[in-house]
């Protein structure tokens, strides 16, 4: 058996492993983790959906009950999928634990298609499952719950492919069209709409080989796939602008920059090089010094096998495979491993300041994810140059010997019974679950501290106004006011940009006070009207997605174009 049918075979195996990872997920009942938002935000994002709003961008049951932009700077695609399980008739918590284990799942079918095309089907198996059972993976499933950063764990790989074929095409080994190298768009904007930080490092990643192709091409060796990368990242971060680009440009009216100081700033959060060999498995968070509550490991079986991959490569010699992509790979991840390390080590501290926008990376320890990455590749020469059946032989000595150590971490600390109700319930949402993560409303907005405090409606009765509420929706909201004098109203929602007021059908101005939504009203019974729109920065974005959308549908099925503008030259010549 060969080719095709074992290159089947071997994906459903990893498939089948891959159940064992997730499987804790759908024990009945629901387990603890550090970002226990996951349902909340599934639910508020599926009852926008369900109302015709897209993208989504403010939620109202969250935030305290102010109107909350999350999904204006948190990235959203997790939740998307979370949510289209919703509304398809799951349960709240099922569409959770289906959301978790998807992209579970997903990264090791990624690593699997990218490591095919490297060294064939067994090695894709072994990499799958090494990248797959990582315990780093386990710590940001059952330890932190960072869904969005897992998810864009799972996205680099298919990024890796999309480099990789370009890598193939501009040397005439490929189809030259744009369908081979999709994988490179959707990677990129995959990752981007995941997790934003992880979005930050991946771009300062592909800069690094930007910046590589540009010396090989001045230099004239080559290096002409530059163009086609570029451009398929142009279109990556097209497809997800109606995101990046508010999220970006609308951060400051935020209290996001919170986020990197006090106990989150990363100068608190190095970690040592023993801990990347071997630190205690625990369910607690990251604390200045080396008494972290949670594993920072690699996995010591991971760097022995990855050693043994270094090994090989370098006493294969000339037997080694003479394409330039195999060659490439291992002193590539090499040096991706070895630039990750280093940026999660107190030396790299200088670099933080001096890039921008790197100390919002918060935890250096997170460059494990691009490690883990690197490690899974740089196994690769354990492949080369060996009959089929040694192949399989390595491929099932990795597979179950990574699986046998590392599945125990692929378990939560506990798991208590739940009532789905207390998930959906008002006051956990606004108080309990808003609490958690609090960063998107404005500067300066008043904080509850009981649930006692919370804001009961959007526009508040008093004696010198009494409201009736006409219309009540996340986005637009109507209101009969009698006014007994002429004079400014704070409303209890929170200014951002986009809303605009209209008071019997004509626009007046609102403004900012302490946070929240305030404008003027004049004296009288009036119909008073609240809309959340689009600032020219979201409509940018949103123009910029379908755009891009439009673009790669016309290249993928109307003008299969040649996406390369210049080959290889022939070193033969």
Known sequence: MSGKPVSILMLIT?????????????????????????????????????????????????????GYPLFNFYAPLPYYLGSLFHLAGFSLIFSVKLMFAFGVILAAVFMYLLAVEIAGSFFAAAAAVFYLYAPYHAVNVYVRGAVGEYYAYAFLPLLGLGILRVIKSSAGKSDHRIRPVLPLILGLAGILLSHNIFGLVTLYLLIILILYGLYRQLRKKGGCHLMQILMNMALGIGLSAFFILPAFLESHFTRVAGLSAGSNSYDLHFISLFQLWDSPWGFGGSVPGLNDGMSFKIGKLHLLIAVLGLIRFIFLGPKNPKSAAKKFLVPASLFLFLLSVF?????????????????????????????????????????????NKFQAISAFLI??????????????????????????????????????????????????????????????????????????TTVFKKFMVDKKETGPVVTKMAYFPGWQAKIDSSAVRVVNREGLI???????????????KNTPVRFTGNAISISSIVLLLYLLLVLPIKYILCKEPDPSR
């Open 518 to 532: 305030a404008l003027h009203v004049p004296a009288g019974k009036h119909i008073l009207e609240l809309e959340f």
């Open 399 to 472: 597979i179950f010997s990574i699986q046998g150590v590392n599945l125990k971490y692929f378990n939560p600390r506990t798991v208590h019974p739940f009532d789905e109700a207390d998930y959906k319930n008002p006051v956990n949402l606004k108080f309990t679950i808003s609490r958690i993560s609090d960063e998107y409303l404005p500067p300066g907005i008043n904080i509850p501290q009981t649930a006692r405090d919370l804001p009961g409606s959007s526009l508040p009765a008093t004696p010198e106004m009494p409201v009736y509420e006409l219309t009540g």
């Open 343 to 387: 940026f999660m080590l107190p030396v790299s501290s200088f670099l933080y300041r001096l890039l921008p926008y790197m100390n919002f990376i918060q935890y250096p320890w997170r460059f494990l994810n691009i490690s883990l990455f690197a490690l899974s590749l740089g196994i690769a020469p354990l492949f080369y140059n060996m009959k």
């Open 14 to 66: 990893v498939l089948v492993l891959s159940y064992f990872s997730v499987r804790p997920v759908f024990i009945k009942g629901y387990f603890p983790v550090h970002d226990d938002t996951q349902p909340a935000r599934v639910l508020v994002m599926s009852e926008q959906l369900r109302k015709g709003i897209f993208p989504v961008r403010l939620v109202d049951r969250l935030g305290y009950g102010y």
